[in-house]
């Protein structure tokens, strides 16, 4: 298995471009979220979701859009990128709720110039 | 909001030392993760637990739930066990809760661990 896959691994944009932070599994997992994490914080929540065609907001959501049309698939989209959004973004998965072990994926280093 | 305080923030020992990281929190909860950063940034899953002990390899996590406290352990320690070390609570009694404020994890921000040789 390869187990959580994010691409890409780096990214620069500019203020105002979208993009979309490809994440998928292949461990049949329905819980998929997707987290930030900045210096001198915590990682938290931006999105979630319980299974495909089932999503919902996190901690941190504005600016970000989500999907699931798949059980493999989980991509964030940002919509018109801005500098607070530099950050790390990382994918995790799991088989049931967070009472279950969490898989991460390598994470994205984003950068919003 | 659970607040998740991690001690202490910078651990520095020796190669063979035994090593303890501390998580408090704030609201009961259902279950804690213990998370493993390792400098290139990759994020692994080392424990989940909801009371007692547990013991893989090396590595030992408690959980005392009325005291609303956690530690991992790390025995014999090794400059490989340099990481940033993560824990992380889900509140409430019903975590699966779709949709509902407890579902989700609170981080803290984490024990950056350097053993050196």
């Known amino acids: 298995n390869a187990g959580v896959t994010q691409t890409p691994k780096f990214q620069v944009l500019k203020t105002g471009q979208s993009m979309t932070l490809q994440c998928a599994q292949d461990?049949?997992?329905?819980?998929m979220s997707w987290y930030r994490q900045d210096p001198g914080m915590g990682l938290r929540l931006i999105h979630y979701?319980?299974?495909?065609?089932?999503?919902d907001q996190g901690e941190v959501p504005n600016g970000y859009n989500v999907s699931r049309s798949t059980t493999e698939d989980f991509p964030l989209r940002l919509l018109s990128a801005a500098p607070s959004q530099t950050s790390v973004y990382f994918c995790?998965?799991?088989?049931?709720?967070?009472?279950?072990?969490?898989?991460f994926g390598p994470g994205t280093r984003l950068t919003v110039t | 909001k659970n607040e998740v305080e991690q001690s202490p923030q910078n651990l520095t020992a020796q190669e063979g030392e035994f090593i303890t990281i501390n998580c408090s929190y704030s609201?009961?909860?259902?279950?804690l993760h213990w998370l493993q950063q390792h400098p290139g940034g990759g994020i692994v899953s080392l424990f989940m637990?909801?009371?007692g002990k547990k013991k893989h390899g090396r590595l030992i996590a408690t959980i005392n739930i009325q005291e609303k406290h956690s530690s991992l352990h790390i025995t014999a320690s090794h400059p490989r066990d340099s990481a940033v070390y993560i824990c992380?609570?889900?509140?409430?009694?019903?975590?699966?809760?779709?949709?509902?404020?407890?579902?989700?994890?609170?981080f803290g921000k984490g024990t950056l661990l350097t053993v050196n040789p």
């Open positions: 461990m049949n997992h329905e819980y």
């Open positions: 995790a998965s799991s088989y049931g709720a967070y009472s279950y072990e969490q898989y």
């Open positions: 979701s319980v299974g495909a065609g089932i999503t």
């Open positions: 992380a609570v889900i509140e409430g009694p019903h975590p699966v809760m779709i949709g509902g404020s407890n579902y989700k994890l609170t």
């Open positions: 609201v009961g909860i259902s279950a």
């Open positions: 637990l909801s009371s």
